[in-house]
């Protein structure tokens, strides 16, 4: 199994171009599913979990072809079954995605049930509650998820009780198609729920609201072809610029996507960092001085965003003072503190709640990533240890980052992979 062998102490200096959105990548792609004429997708980031959902499209029958320019057409006029399998699903949760256009477009969707992961139990009742009042009938057995429809969804009005953001794209891509209006309260705003909602608005689809917490679709009986690129990752932004910050060093991102980043920018402007915007380049410079520590609340957006909590975290354990972090979208999402502590971190968890007291200095020590984003904060903490930190599990890495190491690398880390 591939692991990552960092030696740490190391600024990173350079530049780098921001891919594209993960997060906003698979529900694009899954909404491919209700077009009756080919979409094509670009700025697809080559990662993992997106080959995982081409694969899933793949294995629905759908076509799709990758052309000249790396984009991918999808044409999901060739389907021919409706089951998302547990063996996908068990590696990508987001696979549970294609419910809600499957049911909207044919009628029929057989989706493995995803089951909880490292950072909590992840229900997804408020997907299967919202499609049952737009006139689903579900049935969950065998570990599978049964949705059907005879004719087309109708349209209703849904407060979901959470603000969740797969929850919020598979009603909205379920609604586009549905007879009348449905209206979604309590929607998340997130800038990806906002990328889907533009795609399936070139994709013929009348949405009003996205990006507030109200979202009005107006149900269209057929979506036609379009061709969208996907938005610029803030994660992946907000991930390098954390590790420059984190190593006394400077980074300038091109062609990202400054405005989702709001909450980022202003913890990282905390730590001390001199931040620059202009248009879509964002440059951080540290200039060698050690981090000042942040306290962190996550939430949904516009607040601080769960998925850079870890690395944030990574930054405070070497900052110049304590800090606090609270956890408050997922309930077990502070576990990659005690491998940190294993390299000298000075760590304390209180319920979703991580009291740290930064350290000069980490020591280097095989480590184990538990999910995506905790794999991102080791390798930040081994950025800035002192020696050798080996991280074990990067599979988990793959999912949500491109070429970590060259891109790293090329920011002057000495990280490689090693089997
Ligand atoms: C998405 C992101 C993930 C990010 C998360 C929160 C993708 C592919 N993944 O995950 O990277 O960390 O948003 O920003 O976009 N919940 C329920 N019932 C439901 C659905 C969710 O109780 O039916 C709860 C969850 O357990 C969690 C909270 O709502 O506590 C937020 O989850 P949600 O926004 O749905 O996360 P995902 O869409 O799975």
Request: some cysteine; charged content about 20%; overall charge negative.
């Amino acid at each position: 199994m591939d692991k990552l062998l960092i030696r740490g102490g190391r600024p990173l200096h350079g530049e780098l171009r921001v891919s594209g959105a993960k997060n906003a990548a698979l529900p694009i792609l899954a909404a491919t599913l209700l077009a009756s004429r080919p979409v094509v997708v670009r700025n697809l980031p080559h990662l993992h979990d997106v080959t995982t959902m081409i694969e899933l499209l793949g294995c629905l029958g759908v076509q799709v072809i990758v052309d000249e320019r790396l984009g991918v057409e999808v044409d999901a006029s060739t389907i021919t079954n409706f089951q998302a399998d547990y063996e996908l699903v068990k590696t990508m949760r987001a696979s549970i995605l294609v419910l809600g256009p499957l049911v909207a477009r044919f009628g029929e969707a057989h989706v493995s049930f995803p089951g909880g992961c490292a950072i909590g139990s992840r229900p997804v009742d408020l997907h299967l509650k919202g499609l049952e009042a737009m006139g689903a009938r579900i049935e969950v057995e065998g570990g599978y998820i049964h949705a059907y429809s005879d004719g087309r969804l109708h349209g209703a009005h849904i407060v979901m009780e959470t603000v969740t953001v797969g929850g919020t794209e598979n009603l909205l891509m379920a609604a586009v198609l549905a007879d009348g209006q449905t209206i979604l309260d309590n929607a998340a705003r997130e800038p990806e729920v906002v990328d889907l909602a533009n795609c399936l608005i070139a994709m013929g689809a009348d949405i009003s609201g996205h990006g507030t917490d109200r979202i009005v679709v107006n149900g269209v009986s057929d979506l036609h072809s379009c061709e969208y690129a996907v938005m610029p990752d803030r994660i992946e932004s907000g991930t390098y610029l954390v590790a420059a910050a984190a190593t006394g060093g400077s980074i300038v991102l091109r062609g990202a996507a400054p405005d989702s980043m709001d909450a980022i920018l202003q913890k990282l402007k905390e730590t001390g960092a001199a931040i620059e915007i202009d248009g879509d380049t964002i440059r951080l410079d540290m200039q060698g001085r050690r981090p000042l520590p942040v306290n962190i609340k996550t939430a949904p957006y516009p607040g601080f965003p769960t998925d850079m909590q870890a690395q944030f975290t990574a930054l405070n354990t070497i900052a110049d003072g304590a800090s606090s972090v609270v956890e408050t979208v997922f309930e077990n999402r502070l576990i990659q503190t005690h491998e940190m502590n294993r390299m000298g971190a000075k760590i304390k968890i209180e319920g979703n709640t991580a009291f740290i007291q930064g350290q000069a200095s980490l020591t280097g020590a095989p480590v184990m990533a538990s999910d995506l984003r905790a794999s991102a904060s080791l390798v930040i903490a081994g950025l800035v240890a002192q020696g050798e930190t080996l991280v074990d599990r990067i599979y988990h890495i793959d999912r949500g980052y491109e070429c970590i190491e060259e891109r790293m690398q090329s920011l002057g880390a000495d990280i490689r992979r090693v089997s």
